[in-house]
């Protein structure tokens, strides 16, 4: 399912800044579908000189390309779940309100954009993320599935385990195994 190409434009507030916006982006060369207060749908992404000349024109006319800011708040989320993983028993709140003491806008809000860029929740990330940490202590074997667990924040190794085989597939000790089969073969060579 190929989603439409968008751009998110700023200070769009009445009719005539859709006719407006379309004329710009028929200036830059940016083909379009359709045309809201706010967005603008597109035939094909458009290349990065388009986006320049296009941001170029918006700004000229009072519009801002708020693109660049969407994406800055979703790897600032990124970057804030990832924090959070590394102090996953060291401080003892919530991610929801770790992340907007490090972002200042409402959790809903931060929670809506997040899905609709990365077509996944906050909390899916965050449970991929945890994985693939989990997966890197596997198989760096030095420590046990409980003292993993505890590092990666699950509150045991039996839950650490139903995280592991739904994301992954595997159990954390198949996992180990056909990792250490991968790494001796690996050695061998």
Do not use: W
């Not at 200070?11 to 982006?25: D, E, F, H, S, Y």
């Amino acid at each position: 399912m190929n989603k439409e190409p968008k751009l998110l434009i700023k200070n769009m507030v009445c009719p005539r800044c859709i006719a407006t916006v379309g004329q710009l982006l028929e200036k830059v060369g940016i083909g379009f579908s359709k045309i809201e207060l706010g967005e603008a749908f597109l035939t094909r992404e458009p290349n990065s000189s388009e986006i320049l000349a296009l941001q170029t024109e918006l700004t000229k006319s009072g519009f801002e390309l708020i693109e660049n800011r969407v994406n800055k708040i979703v790897e600032d989320i990124k970057l804030s779940v990832a924090a959070y993983l590394d102090l996953a028993n060291v401080e003892k709140v919530n991610l929801s309100s770790f992340i907007t003491k490090r972002i200042p806008y409402d959790y809903s809000y931060l929670s809506d954009l997040f899905s609709s860029v990365e077509s996944k929740s906050i909390e899916q990330y965050f449970i991929g993320l945890r994985i693939e940490k989990v997966k890197e202590y596997i198989v760096y074997d030095q420590l046990s599935f409980t003292e993993i667990a505890y590092r990666v924040g699950f509150s045991s190794v039996h839950h650490l385990s139903a995280q592991f085989r739904k994301v992954t597939g595997l159990t954390p000790s198949h996992f180990k195994r056909v990792g250490g089969m991968r790494r001796l073969s690996i050695d061998k060579l």
